[in-house]
């Protein structure tokens, strides 16, 4: 059996990388994607919790967690579409278009 500590350091590591792309990267699908993998992250160390502790709740939540994220990827995405049609161009610098 794989020990806790090892998929905390999974998840902790995933969460990283989604935090330094989050705060690096420029483009908006790019940032999208680094917040879906510090979903994810999250969600492994849920799992990892509940299967430790012997429940079902933290499988309970990250299926929450993951409804949540759907609901944000299609709102995102489609507000993403709709200022690309009217900028040609996904950087999070030209976006002053929502500041009217």
Known sequence: M????WYLILSAIL?????????????II????????????????LVAFGRRHGTVDGQA???FVMAVAAAEV??????????FRVRRRLSV????LMRW
């Open 74 to 83: 299609a709102v995102g995405l489609a507000i993403i579409v709709a200022i």
């Open 61 to 63: 939540i990250v299926f």
């Open 15 to 27: 969460f990283a990388i989604g935090v330094a792309s989050f705060l690096i990267k420029r483009n």
């Open 30 to 45: 790019t940032i999208f994607m680094s917040i879906e993998l510090m979903l994810n992250a999250a969600n492994l160390a």
């Open 2 to 5: 794989i020990p806790l500590s």
């Open 93 to 96: 610098d030209d976006l002053s």
